[in-house]
């Protein structure tokens, strides 16, 4: 299988590199975490620390070094060279306000667009001991074993999971909740990214968050889609673009997106 891309680029090379870097930056987290560390608030009212910071600095500094000719976006930092073919989006600490109260599941998060097209996903849990990493075409691995969604078909038989139920309240999308909520066997608010790699690896079958930006998303397409499930936004767009997004597996997608939309589950 050919999985260069018009930039000469292999990916299974770059999904090492990004794996690589996310590790080094999870080290850079781990110093800080279950320590007494200062919170600021950001202008959009989410939490930051000088873990954030310092760790996407890393992963900045080392991609400008090894790729000088790629595209850099993060969440902390802003982006440079706007337009570049390869463009790498990062989030060094997904799940912040777990990560200061020191709660374990946070994770550096890394993808790369080869002209616009997600290809390649790493989600490091650097307190958990766990990384899911996926190059377009080659597969997912979780901490360096292939990878896969549940088989499950049934709601009714199906763990289901959100960041935090109270990203619904007054939302669009509550009523649509609560019947996927209603419909599955049980749900569990573990969020953030932790909730996406626990769909790509079989451990539970729906991850929903209403809200969602660019950088928390940027590996979460590749990787569930290479565990051979499906990420979308809610409306079924398979885009880190939405604003939102929706992990689960084939056979109960459909199914999710149509309860999330405010419709009736057809399959109990």
């Known amino acids: 299988m050919n999985t260069s891309r018009p930039t000469g680029i292999e990916l299974g090379d770059l999904a090492r590199t990004a794996e690589e870097l996310a590790r080094a930056a999870g080290e850079i987290a781990l110093r800080y975490f279950g320590t007494r560390i200062e919170v600021e608030t950001k202008a959009d009212d989410t939490p930051v620390t000088v873990a954030d910071r310092e760790a996407e600095s890393l992963l900045r500094a080392e991609i ?24 790498w989006i990062l989030d060094p600490i997904d799940g912040t306000k777990s990560f200061v109260h020191g709660v374990p599941l946070w994770g550096v998060l890394i993808g790369i667009e080869v002209e616009g097209e997600p290809v390649v996903g ?43 139920e109270a990203a619904f309240h007054g939302h669009s999308g509550e009523a649509g909740w609560r019947a996927l909520a209603a419909a599955a066997r049980m749900t569990r608010s573990w969020g953030d990214c932790y909730g996406h790699v626990l769909v790509a690896t079989g451990r539970a079958q729906v991850m929903v968050d ?17 565990a051979g499930g499906c990420f979308t936004d809610v409306s079924g767009d398979p885009t880190i ?14 199914r999710v997106l149509k309860l999330l939309a405010g419709g009736a589950d057809p399959v109990r």
């Open 64 to 87: 400008r070094r090894r790729f000088p000719d790629h595209g850099i976006v993060g969440e902390e930092h802003g982006e440079v060279q706007p337009g570049a073919p390869v463009r």
């Open 241 to 254: 673009h939405g604003g939102s997004g929706v992990s689960s597996n084939p056979a109960l997608h459909p």
């Open 210 to 226: 209403p809200l969602l930006a660019s950088w928390d998303a940027a590996p979460l397409l590749t990787i569930v889609t290479e």
């Open 122 to 164: 790493v989600v490091h849990l650097p307190a958990l001991g766990e990384t899911v990493t996926a190059a377009k075409g080659l597969g997912a691995r979780w901490n360096g074993e292939s990878c896969s969604v549940s088989s499950e078909n049934r709601l009714d038989r199906s763990l289901v999971l959100t960041t935090d």
